[in-house]
């Protein structure tokens, strides 16, 4: 296989599957090349992804080693897209009924969920998280693409029990709108104890769901890892969570103008980018 071959290969082969550290020997025999020819390989991959700022290559020596890919922006990307997402989500025609803001056609796009969870899982990159958790509905897909960049499994708190699930253990919260008490559940086979979890959800206004997530994983004596979010209202000032991220802050919405006006959250000032 000419070197060109390998490195298209090598990149595919290793960018499906993130996280994992792969053996050098595995190459050697995969291509029926040198391990030094293999090491020049990596090398070329390794500065083309850093000069680009798309992703680090990390190769570990000894016995044990191997390399991985690590899915990861540079701080200008993340910066970039921010923007565009401000701008996608100030759209006036997202306004709906009761100062609500539409978001499920960014949730359900794949180049947009692509780039969302490419973010994500940049800041939490080093961050050794054992899972990805949310709560239905529309942090479902979130978590999803989070996860796969992470290469963790994700899971899913849900309002109502499914017999489908077994047995499962429940925590009651104050929602959002701090009028009601509400209840989420999580099946015991999903979460092991002392897990590194990782909390997402597609919108915060005082962050009463997100408690409750946070309530369930301390339930299954597991750890917090962090909390990110893809829009908050910044508006309200009630907030019953502290520490959390968000990709977009909302500061206004104005249903008789018809205006949204929203800003960058503060994931990449809590982003360690110098790792290239």
């Avoid at 044990?64 to 401000?86: D, M, N």
């Avoid at 990110?228 to 508006?235: K, N, Q, S």
């Avoid at 959390?244 to 206004?252: F, M, Q, R, W």
Wanted: hydrophobic share 40%.
């Amino acid at each position: 296989m000419k070197r060109s071959e390998r490195l298209v290969d090598m990149t595919k082969y290793l960018m499906e599957r993130p996280h994992k550290l792969i053996p050098l020997p595995f190459f050697v025999k995969r291509y029926g090349a040198a391990k030094s020819s293999i090491s020049e390989d990596l090398a070329i991959l390794k500065h083309t992804l850093a000069s680009n700022q798309d992703g680090i290559l990390e190769t570990l020596a000894g016995a044990a080693g191997g390399v991985r890919y690590i899915p990861f922006w540079g701080k200008s990307h993340a910066q970039e897209y921010l923007r565009e997402l401000v701008e996608l989500i100030e759209d006036p025609q997202r306004i709906l009924a009761g100062g609500f803001v539409y978001l499920s056609d960014i949730l359900c796009n794949p180049r947009y969920l692509d780039k969302i969870g490419k973010l994500i899982s940049t800041r939490y990159a080093y961050s050794n998280i054992d899972v990805v958790m949310t709560i239905e509905t529309k942090g479902i897909p979130l978590a999803q693409v989070v996860a796969q960049y992470l290469n963790v499994p994700f899971i899913i708190a849900r309002k109502h029990s499914k017999v489908t699930e077994g047995a499962s253990v429940s925590v009651n919260y104050i929602s959002s709108s701090l009028d009601r008490v509400s209840k989420m559940e999580l099946p015991t086979r999903v979460l092991e104890e002392n897990s590194n979890v990782l909390l997402v959800d597609d919108f915060m206004m005082a962050g009463g769901t997100l408690t409750g997530m946070q309530q369930l994983v301390k339930e299954f004596n597991s750890t917090i890892a962090g909390v990110c979010v893809l829009c908050e209202a910044d508006f309200d000032d009630v907030k019953l969570i502290e520490g959390h991220l968000s990709l977009v802050k909302i500061e206004k919405v104005d249903s008789e103008k018809g205006n949204i006006v929203a800003q960058p959250g503060n994931i990449v000032d809590h982003t360690d980018f110098n790792r290239f």
